[in-house]
């Protein structure tokens, strides 16, 4: 089994995990190995170039390395009939779920307004505004917007909505379609 690594990322990571249990499976990193585009049965990829995954004649699947495959769907060129894979690491998922509570909390404790107001030595306080009544907006009720949603629930806020392209029911979220 030949597999072919086409992105930014550090490939080290998935060499390893390959070697460890798919001892069978050659990886090739694109940009660094020479590769016979002819003889990759797999790809995994992050935003490959447009065009690119097309020029792999037998190839027998494609897994996306990050949690959104619309770049990859962008790509006309993209084979239709390879199937695609999100992957979903957990430890992406935790982060991401992070990452969009870490701004949500930014905003809600008004941290940019104190950030302004540091760098002219203004240490003016404001009034801490409640959960409860703060109205958050997920744009996408995956996975991970899933999680960000119980997260969120988790501290407190109340009035949470959230949009999704197939119908969710969510306790304690306002789901829309």
């Given at each position: 089994m030949?597999?072919a690594f086409?992105?930014a990322?550090n490939?080290?990571?998935w ?8 001892p ?10 020479a590769?016979?585009?002819?003889a990759i049965?797999?790809?995994?990829v992050?935003?490959?170039e ?6 792999f004649a037998n ?7 990050g ?5 990859l769907?962008q790509?006309?060129t993209l084979?239709r009939?390879?199937p695609l ?8 998922s935790?982060?991401m779920?992070?990452y969009?509570?870490h ?6 404790r008004d941290?940019?307004?104190?950030a ?12 801490n505004a409640?959960?409860?009544n703060r ?5 996408g009720?995956?996975?991970l917007?899933q999680?960000?949603a119980?997260?969120l629930?988790?501290l407190?806020?109340?009035n949470?909505a959230?949009w999704s392209r197939t119908?969710?029911n969510?306790?304690?979220?306002q789901c829309?379609t």
């Amino acid at each position: 089994m030949n597999v072919a690594f086409i992105s930014a990322e550090n490939p080290t990571p998935w060499q390893k995990a390959l070697r460890r249990y798919l001892p069978e499976a050659d990886l090739f990193v694109w940009g660094h190995d020479a590769i016979d585009k002819d003889a990759i049965d797999y790809a995994l990829v992050w935003k490959p170039e447009p065009g690119l995954l097309a020029s792999f004649a037998n190839l027998k699947g494609i897994f996306n390395l990050g949690a959104g495959v619309d770049a990859l769907l962008q790509d006309q060129t993209l084979p239709r009939q390879i199937p695609l894979v999100r992957l979903v690491d957990p430890l992406l998922s935790s982060g991401m779920v992070e990452y969009a509570v870490h701004w949500v909390l930014h905003f809600h404790r008004d941290m940019h307004v104190y950030a302004r107001q540091q760098r002219v030595q203004d240490w003016t306080q404001h009034a801490n505004a409640t959960t409860k009544n703060r109205r958050v907006g997920i744009l996408g009720l995956g996975e991970l917007g899933q999680n960000v949603a119980h997260a969120l629930l988790l501290l407190g806020f109340e009035n949470i909505a959230g949009w999704s392209r197939t119908a969710k029911n969510l306790p304690g979220v306002q789901c829309f379609t």
